[in-house]
């Protein structure tokens, strides 16, 4: 495969960033544009969060059970033990929850949706919906991305609550720890701010993952080879996008709510 | 300038308001050469275009062309007699429910059943269910597809695919039709099968159509038969007649080299077309 001209990279990514731009500028316009599909809405929530209830449950308890079960040993040597739910709480709340989350939903419906659309733009299926007069952003984007965000916010509610609830099975049946202590200090740690950060991060991750999953599905080209490489790239490329969305902001929200 | 009052009569005839589908000096590229270089013909009302070709030639890019699928790098479309170069895509859509559409593989939508294939547009308007089952009856009833209705296209043969793909084209009586190779991959008898649907779309409702093929015995089929409503099959009309509606276009090399009746096509000296039609 020859290589490209350095100038040539250049402006094929600053011309998918456009192409992307406007998809995005497009999916969220047409949140405010009739018609709505709302039985859509419904059934790719449906598949979206009911679907990732047992993989982002899963995630979670384990990950809070992993939390404190590392922390146990660390805590002790300062006999501060007392503070493994503080810990869980705050990991998972802040930062571990929704980026987990959003990293499992990613794999599993940014692939999907890639994939499905991928499949449709290959068959003609996307043609075809444009010639019988309805607009595919409006029937096939816009759905799947209020879908995935509103769904990402409720599942990561869903895995701070199993998370806490895994350290706390760690905790107490582990390290012989006091259920009741565990629980105090997991929720006096927490403030407003944290909550915050908390659940505006899976807003932000569940757009990721929808608008990237629907971009490289319907970009797609090439057949069933394309659709297999638009799938990996989605996922690759919106489980990226979510790392560097975490850190940046983690980075507002810290300057909005600075430590006291 | 007074023009003559016959040659007024022609140009108003032939002003884009008159007429289906008017390509004016169209030329589109992708990546390499051009694929088609200023086309330009017109579709008139009551009209049924064969478009000829070679395979990869450009004839489906013509089609979608045609229908705001795809946009021309210069020139000008005019669909119903409103340009279409440069609309935007949400008045596209409401121009495209007036056409319908068969695509060179069908393009059903392979989540749904044959009944939500065929009444995807009525139910996109939102029209009660019991207007589109009947609706959807009527369509599959046309292509004799009916006990098809609860089937998902995935149980379908190719021919059948195809008919169901003519059924949801033809359901909302539109005022254009347009064929991708409608009878591509398909054998002899499925072909005849649908040759014999195009034609009843034709004979029995007037619907102007533009149909790309590049295999030449069902373009002669259409030009040389017409549909017998009594007998409620395809007739042969008398030897040496053609149907004067049906007409042709020949594309080659991204430039339509011939634009003619049947006569003028197989009569024509061009050394392409008279290698294309031996």
Known sequence: MPLES??????????????????????????????????????????????????????????????????????????????????????????????????????????????????????????????????????????????????????????????????????????????????????????????????????????????????????????????????????????????????LLSRIMLWIFPPI | MTTTPQLEEQEDAQHPAHSVLVFEDVSIRFDGPPVLENVSFKVGPGETRILLGPAGVGKSVILKLANGLLRPDSGRIFLFGQEITKMPEHKLLGLRTLTGMVFQESALFDSLTVRDNVGYQLMERRLPVEEIDNRVREALRFVELEHTYDMLPASLSGGMRRRVAIARAIIDQPQFLLYDSPTGGLDPVTSTTIDELIIKERDVYKTPALLVTHRLQDAFTMATHRFDQEKGEMAPLPHGTTNP????????????????????????????????LA
């Open chain 1, 6 to 247: 350095p100038d040539t990279l250049v402006k094929r990514m600053l011309f998918s960033v456009q192409e992307f731009t406007l998809f995005c500028g497009e999916a969220i316009a047409n949140l405010f544009r009739a018609p709505h599909y709302w039985s859509d809405i419904v059934t790719q929530a449906d598949l979206i969060g009911v679907g990732s209830v047992p993989i982002v449950v899963l995630t979670g308890f384990f990950t809070g059970g992993v939390l404190a079960l590392q922390s146990a040993a660390s805590l002790a040597q300062f006999g501060a033990q007392a503070y493994t739910g503080r810990f869980v709480s705050l990991s998972m709340i802040r930062e571990l929850a929704p980026v987990l989350t959003g990293l499992m939903v990613s794999g599993r419906n940014a692939g999907g949706m890639a994939s499905e659309l991928g499949s449709m733009q290959v068959t003609e299926q996307i043609d075809a919906m444009r010639a019988l007069g309805t607009d595919p952003m409006k029937k096939l984007v816009t759905p799947r991305m209020l879908s995935t965000v509103v769904m990402l916010f409720l599942l990561t509610i869903v895995s701070d609550t199993l998370g806490t609830a895994g350290g706390a099975f760690v905790a107490v049946f582990f390290s012989a720890q006091n259920g009741t202590q565990y629980f105090d200090t997991a929720y006096q740690a927490l403030v407003y701010s944290d909550i915050i950060q908390g659940l505006t991060k899976p807003i932000c991750f569940g757009f990721i993952i929808s608008t990237i999953g629907c971009f490289y599905g319907m970009k797609t080209t090439g057949g069933t080879q394309g659709v297999g490489r638009s799938t990996t790239q989605a996922v690759v490329v919106s489980s990226i996008m979510i790392i560097l969305m975490d850190f």
């Open chain 2, 245 to 276: 509606d049906t007409t042709f276009l020949v594309l080659h090399e991204g430039r339509l080299m011939f634009d003619g009746t049947t006569k003028e096509l197989v009569t024509s000296q061009d050394p392409f077309i008279k290698e294309f």
